[in-house]
């Protein structure tokens, strides 16, 4: 079986992940820099579930954990992961096979939280992404996002037609941050906060927190 999250799953395990739990752990620090006792939560493209759980056990009250691209051919992940960890740490914790663009409040519901993390560059078409995602956020959404043109001081994007970024022909765009503050603005968050960091060498990435009002998260 193979991993994409480093997930401690207890008693001195720990899967081999290709994220490296202490970055998944300090992330988790960035997108939930508060109690979420009593929130609900859904996790976008959950993969592995680290977040997933990582949420659950900072008190979140219902998880909803979905993914699609990851758990299905060709991406090499698998659903097993999550399910097998899901066993080991939070059986509360809801898995759903569903692909983003069929997402929706019919179809999910919605949430106080909603988590969108190393999703959005991989999109072809970012933007329609997070259009569908936002009318699930009661509260909060959160965006973890690779970042790209920081000497443009509007918002602009840099297209990755092949390989260009990593190496993954799946990675597709680089928004600057005037790029992100300006959807989600457009997108009727009133309050956006953002810090960048870097989870992978030489690659600029950043965790925006827009929320419908002054409310912290």
């Known amino acids: 079986m193979r991993w994409f999250h480093e997930i401690d799953l207890g008693e001195g395990l720990i899967t081999p992940g290709v994220c490296a739990l202490a970055s998944l752990q300090g992330l988790a620090d960035l997108y939930f820099p508060r109690s979420l006792a009593g929130k609900t939560v859904l996790d976008i493209g959950c993969w592995d579930g680290f977040n997933s759980f990582e949420a659950h056990r900072r008190g979140a009250a219902r998880v909803l954990a979905t993914d699609h691209f990851a758990w299905n051919p060709p991406c090499w992940g698998m659903r097993q992961a999550f399910e097998l960890a899901r066993t080991q740490l939070a059986p509360q914790v809801e898995g759903r096979d569903i692909d983003l663009e069929d997402l929706s409040p019919a179809s999910v519901g919605t949430f ?38 920081p000497e443009i001081d509007r918002p602009a994007m840099i297209f990755y037609p092949g390989t260009e970024l990593a190496g993954d022909p799946t990675n597709w765009w680089g928004p600057n941050i005037p790029c992100i503050l300006a959807w989600l603005r457009d997108l009727g968050f009133a309050e956006i906060s953002h810090i960048t960091h870097s989870l992978y060498p030489g690659v600029s990435r950043g965790v925006f927190h827009a929320r419908r009002s002054s409310v912290p998260v």
Not at 135 to 145: C, D, G, H, Y
């Open 112 to 149: 106080d939280i909603v988590l969108l993390a190393g999703v959005l560059y991989h999109l072809r078409h970012p933007l329609r992404a997070l259009e569908v995602v936002a009318p699930l956020a009661k509260e909060t959404l959160i965006v973890e996002t690779v970042l790209d043109a």
